[in-house]
Nanobody, 126 residues
Framework: QVQLVESGGGLVQAGGSLRLSCAASGRAFRRYVMGWFRQGPGKEREFVAGISWSGGSTRYADSVKGRFTISRDGAKNTVYLQMTSLKPEDTAVYYC???????????????????WGQGTQVTVSS
């Protein structure tokens, strides 16, 4: 089983930056596709970014393309989400997730991911 713990959320002004981290433990983290999702107030959980096991393939939601960057460090069992040019509409709880059945193809569906962290709040003020 994979345990995921997010950190790095907080309050930031519009135009600012934050870096989220997701520390993984348990099963062979390095083998799996990892993703970041978010859920804003009154909204459904939505895909933000995903990365293949090797880091060679990434996928982004159109709303964050060019502003967010996902990366992973196998030696540290950690996945990162660097967020820049933040907007008030980026305000949400951000979740890290692992797709335990895939190592290359990044799905955007939350149902494809079996392991989830507890989430970290990101608030962007205008």
């Amino acid at each position: 089983q994979v345990q995921l713990v997010e950190s790095g959320g907080g309050l930031v002004q519009a135009g600012g930056s934050l870096r989220l981290s997701c520390a993984a433990s348990g099963r062979a983290f390095r083998r799996y596709v990892m993703g970041w999702f978010r859920q804003g107030p009154g909204k459904e959980r939505e895909f933000v970014a995903g990365i293949s096991w090797s880091g060679g393939s990434t996928r982004y939601a159109d709303s964050v393309k060019g502003r967010f960057t996902i990366s992973r460090d196998g030696a540290k069992n950690t996945v990162y989400l660097q967020m820049t040019s933040l907007k008030p509409e980026d305000t949400a709880v951000y979740y890290c997730a692992a797709d335990l059945t895939a190592n290359v193809v990044v799905s955007i569906a939350p149902s494809a991911f079996e392991a989830w962290g507890q989430g970290t709040q990101v608030t962007v003020s205008s």
